[in-house]
């Protein structure tokens, strides 16, 4: 990402936190629409950021803390979050196709008109989430705990998927 000598002056910079020691530069005042495609963000400290409209499209969040985050609208296509903790995050209208989400916790999240579509949430935590209208014709869904998750009739499922009998309160 270069080093500060390499920065025009005046120009702020990001410092996003990574438990592994790699911390990672980006330029800007916030993260709003942040260009992070991409990026090895293994176990980057990211609760309560705003990231709303962000490009994580490929980015590894491994580990990632993003609890109580807010990543409406933001790409997440192919990103890999495996055991992230994302509880009460909000997806609203994100795009996680792709997506590895194993064994991740998102309880309590907001997915309301995301596109989890082929993302690979097996093992994952989603109790008490929120799934208004979104895809979720995603991977290993029925290894998914959806205890107490809630849906609306305009979500989608996986072809023969049973919602209700894995927990989920449809309205």
């Given at each position: 990402m270069g080093n500060d000598a390499d920065r025009p002056e005046g120009v702020?910079?990001?410092?996003?936190?990574?438990?592994?020691?790699?911390?990672?530069?980006?330029?800007?005042d916030d993260l709003v629409g942040a260009k992070l495609a991409g990026l090895n963000l293994h176990r980057a400290q990211l609760e309560r950021r705003d990231l709303r409209h962000a490009d994580l499209?490929?980015?590894?969040?491994?580990?990632?803390?993003?609890?109580?985050?807010?990543?409406?609208?933001?790409?997440?296509?192919?990103?890999?979050?495996?055991?992230?903790?994302?509880?009460?995050?909000?997806?609203?209208?994100?795009?996680?196709?792709?997506?590895?989400?194993?064994?991740?916790?998102?309880?309590?999240?907001?997915?309301?008109?995301?596109?989890?579509?082929?993302?690979?949430?097996?093992?994952?935590r989603f109790a008490g989430a929120l799934f208004d209208g979104a895809d979720l014709r995603a991977v290993d869904l029925a290894e998914a705990d959806l205890k107490g998750a809630r849906a609306s009739v305009s979500t989608k499922w996986p072809a023969g998927f049973d919602a209700v009998a894995h927990g989920v309160l449809v309205r």
């Open positions: 702020a910079m990001i410092v996003i936190r990574c438990e592994t020691g790699e911390d990672v530069q980006v330029e800007g499209s490929g980015a590894d969040l491994r580990s990632a803390w993003l609890e109580g985050a807010n990543l409406e609208e933001a790409n997440l296509t192919g990103a890999r979050l495996p055991a992230c903790n994302a509880s009460h995050a909000s997806f609203v209208r994100a795009k996680l196709s792709d997506a590895s989400m194993r064994s991740g916790s998102f309880e309590g999240a907001d997915f309301s008109g995301a596109d989890l579509l082929n993302a690979d949430v097996g093992r994952s």
